[in-house]
């Protein structure tokens, strides 16, 4: 069994000389009962991770400082690291008020819409003396699958550069079935060779005869 571990200080998992993945892996061995290979991955800009400015956040507000004061930091050195857009919501208890409420910051813009849009979705609680106030991120930092876009869009010209065109030279100008381009009638001829007074040629003849 392989465990991948990204955080933000990986010295804190890691400890002095390794102790603490140790006590890790032991756990997690007795756990599963199998042999696990523990491996951990610094992620350089913690700032830019959702999550991590979610779990950011909700440590501070552990320690009771001023909601307003921790989402516009977050946020300021979230877009200084280069992101097109950040959102912050932190909803509960929020300065031990006794009816809760949701409050929300942002900068920029978040397409939340948009397929393409690379957007990141981090969420924590922070457990506080009043009881427990969430806190959701979103942040942008662009859009993606650009090429397959284009790609997208010359799809459909090709197809119509394929497809065959109908041959409409053996068809003439009033040979349609239910047009209006045929020849209209004379104004005494019906069928079956009687005229606009209903009388019969081939009978009148006959008794003529």
């Given at each position: 069994v ?8 990986p010295?804190m ?12 892996k032991?756990?997690l061995?007795a ?7 523990v491996?951990?991955f610094?992620i ?8 991590l400015?979610a ?8 320690r ?5 004061r ?7 050195r979230t877009?200084k ?18 009816i809760?409420?949701?409050?929300h910051y942002?900068?920029g813009?978040?397409?939340l819409?948009?397929?393409r849009a ?12 009043y ?6 991120v979103?942040?942008y930092?662009?859009e993606?699958?650009?090429?397959n876009a ?9 197809r ?7 041959n ?5 100008d ?6 209006n381009?045929?020849g ?5 001829e019906?069928?079956f060779g ?6 019969n040629f ?8």
């Open positions: 392989r465990v991948f571990i990204h955080c933000a200080k010295g998992v890691i400890g002095r000389g390794g102790v603490e993945i140790e006590k890790l032991t756990e061995e756990m599963v009962g199998k042999p696990v290979a491996n951990v610094e350089k800009n913690p700032d830019l991770n959702a999550q400015v779990e950011n956040i909700a440590s501070q507000l552990e009771r400082t001023s909601f307003r921790a989402m516009k930091q977050a946020i300021g877009m690291l280069g992101a097109k857009g950040v959102k912050v919501s932190c909803g509960g208890r929020l300065g031990g008020a006794e809760a409420r949701t409050e942002h900068e813009t978040i397409p819409q948009t397929l690379d957007i990141e979705y981090g969420f924590w609680e922070a457990n506080t003396t009881g427990k106030i969430g806190v959701k979103w942040i930092r662009g993606v699958l650009s090429e284009n790609a997208a869009e010359r799809r459909p010209e090709e119509r550069d394929r497809r065959p065109r109908r409409d030279g053996n068809r003439r009033g040979d349609r079935r239910f047009g381009n045929a209209p009638r004379s104004g005494g019906r069928r009687r005229n606009a007074g209903g009388r081939n009978k009148s003849n006959e008794g003529g005869n």
